[in-house]
Every structure is written in structure tokens, then in C-alpha cells.
Antibody, heavy 124, light 107 residues
């Protein structure tokens, strides 16, 4: 069964970091293009960045540069997204998603498979 | 970055009616535009890719059109399960971006 399964909900303090995992199964992991998209409460969708595992290099949206790190572990078919220096504005559901086209130049893809989402709550 | 403006913000219609949703890009994205449906508590679902192609398993009542800067998602006759929020997304110009969404609600 082709699916992306994300780690569970997190509650974090302001200033701390969070790391969310996304385990892929039933698909070709290494030459897929994985993106991370977040959705703040009652808001729209926002792309944080993406990675192609066999390249091992991630691209990040400019507003998250320096705060987000996306990595991939080919041995476990898992993609990770770590966001640091958290504030209350980072409270959101974070989704991983697979690019429909396989590998996209600079991670320019649309997404045909999504994880279930991980709620990250930042609160003191 | 490429701004996608969706209109209207909310569309109030009855089951069986036709829905037309607009997505306008701040610069040309050729045909590299997709549409998603999202229901409460669920992840987005790909409906239309490359402006006019239905994704796997998507009913024929959903159709997409347009290229360049102006795009339309049409639902020919709304079914009860179609009431949801719809987003467009461009993947032509880095960084990829999403529109703000159109909510289709029951009138």
C-alpha cells in the first residue's frame, strides 16, 4: 500500500525545535521528490521546502531559510523536517507530500500523495 | 514569488448546481497548475494537474481549464461530498506557491 505515515502530535515551548518524521512505503523512495507543507489554524497551505533523497540536497522557501532542515534516510525510507526557534506563529499542521512527477527541478512539483499531517503546537 | 489569487473566497451553492472557481497568477505559470480539494481534518487531495487533467479516481464532474495566468476549476453538478475548500498550486516558478483557497459551502 502506497502511503506516507507521519509522526504524532507535538507540543513545544517557544524557542525550541521540533522534528517531524514521514515514513514512506509502497513507493520508490530514493528518486521521489518529497515536500513539506504546513497549514496554520483556519489558514491556507504554505510550502516549507523539499528534498530528493538520492540527491541528498534540500531546497527551502526563503522565509524559512536558516530555520528549517529537511533530511532523508534511505535505509528507512523516512523523510524528516526540523524547524527551530519556534514561535506561536509556527503552530500548524505539517504535511509531508510526494511529488507527482517523480523528481522535479528545484523541487518544483505538485503532490499526488500526502501524509496524514502532524499538529505542532507552540505554547508556553 | 508567484502569487495565486483565488476567487471568490466563499461560494454558496446548492447540490446539483454548477461551481466555477478562479485562480489567477501574478505571472505566467504556463500549464503547471494543479487543484486540490481539502475537507475538514483531512490532507489535501489532488484533483486536477497540469491545468486540465483529472487525477486518478477523480469523477468526471470535475474539470480544469486555462493557461498562463488565468485558470478555472469547474464542478458541473455539485454532489454533497463536494462541499469543501479548494486550493490551486503552481509548480512552474520557484518557489512553488498555493492560492488562498475557495470554500464551497451549502447554500
Amino acid at each position: 500500500q502506497v502511503q506516507l505515515v507521519q509522526s504524532g502530535a507535538e507540543v513545544k515551548k517557544p524557542g525550541s525545535s521540533v522534528k517531524v518524521s514521514c515514513k514512506a512505503s509502497g513507493l520508490t523512495f530514493s528518486n521521489s521528490d518529497f515536500g513539506w507543507v504546513r497549514q496554520a489554524p483556519r489558514q491556507g497551505l504554505e510550502w516549507l521546502g523539499g528534498i530528493i533523497p538520492f540527491l541528498g540536497r534540500a531546497n527551502y522557501a526563503q522565509r524559512f531559510q536558516g530555520r528549517v532542515t529537511i533530511t532523508a534516510d534511505e535505509s528507512t525510507s523516512t523523510v524528516y523536517m526540523e524547524l527551530s526557534s519556534l514561535t506561536s506563529e509556527d503552530t500548524a499542521v505539517y504535511y509531508c507530500a510526494r511529488g507527482r512527477l517523480g523528481v522535479g527541478v528545484e523541487n518544483l512539483v505538485d503532490f499526488d500523495l500526502w501524509g496524514q499531517g502532524t499538529l505542532v503546537t507552540v505554547s508556553s | 514569488e508567484t502569487v495565486l489569487t483565488q476567487s471568490p473566497g466563499t461560494l454558496s451553492l446548492s447540490p446539483g448546481e454548477r461551481a466555477s472557481l478562479s485562480c489567477r497568477a501574478s505571472q505566467s505559470v504556463t500549464s503547471r497548475l494543479s487543484w486540490y480539494q481539502q475537507k475538514p481534518g483531512q490532507a489535501p487531495r489532488l484533483l486536477i494537474y497540469d491545468a486540465s487533467n483529472r487525477a486518478t479516481g477523480i469523477p468526471a464532474r470535475f474539470s480544469g481549464s486555462g493557461s498562463g495566468t488565468d485558470f478555472t476549476l469547474t464542478i458541473s453538478a455539485l454532489e454533497p461530498e463536494d462541499f469543501a475548500v479548494y486550493y490551486c498550486q503552481q509548480f512552474s516558478i520557484w518557489p512553488l506557491t498555493f492560492g488562498g483557497g475557495t470554500k464551497v459551502e451549502i447554500k
